[in-house]
């Protein structure tokens, strides 16, 4: 499974974002998709999430600001990051998850830098 991403980049706060990640390969079943970013020096966190025949979950610190969307096919996630803050600067990976241990895929990740 590849998973590949794009919409990173460099934008002003209060600046929006779309980010996109779409699968491809020997997909299995797919139980969730969701993106995750990563601060220096910290480990992965989830900004949003959304499971099969779920609704969407959301941090805290983005709610309300970033919407996450999943195509009709279920093979493509796309992240829309509107009022974007300095803070919000990190690196962001797809992740597509089936409903076996092993079938757990990361993209290789986006740049998103907000400049104050």
């Known amino acids: 499974v590849q998973l590949q991403e794009s919409g990173g980049g460099l934008v002003q706060a209060g600046g929006s974002l779309r980010l996109s990640c779409v699968a491809s390969?020997?997909?299995?079943?797919?139980?969730?998709m969701g993106w995750y970013r990563q601060f220096p020096g910290k480990q992965r966190e989830l900004v949003a999430g959304i499971n099969s025949g779920g609704p969407p979950n959301y941090a805290d610190s983005v709610r309300g600001r970033f919407t996450i969307s999943r195509s009709s096919a279920g093979t493509t996630v796309d992240l829309q990051m509107n009022s974007l803050k300095p803070d919000d600067t990190a690196v962001y990976y797809c992740?597509?998850?089936?409903?076996?241990?092993?079938?757990?895929?990361w993209g290789q990740g986006t740049q998103v830098t907000v400049a104050s």
């Open positions: 992740r597509l998850k089936g409903y076996y241990e092993d079938d757990d895929f």
């Open positions: 390969g020997n997909i299995p079943v797919i139980n969730a």
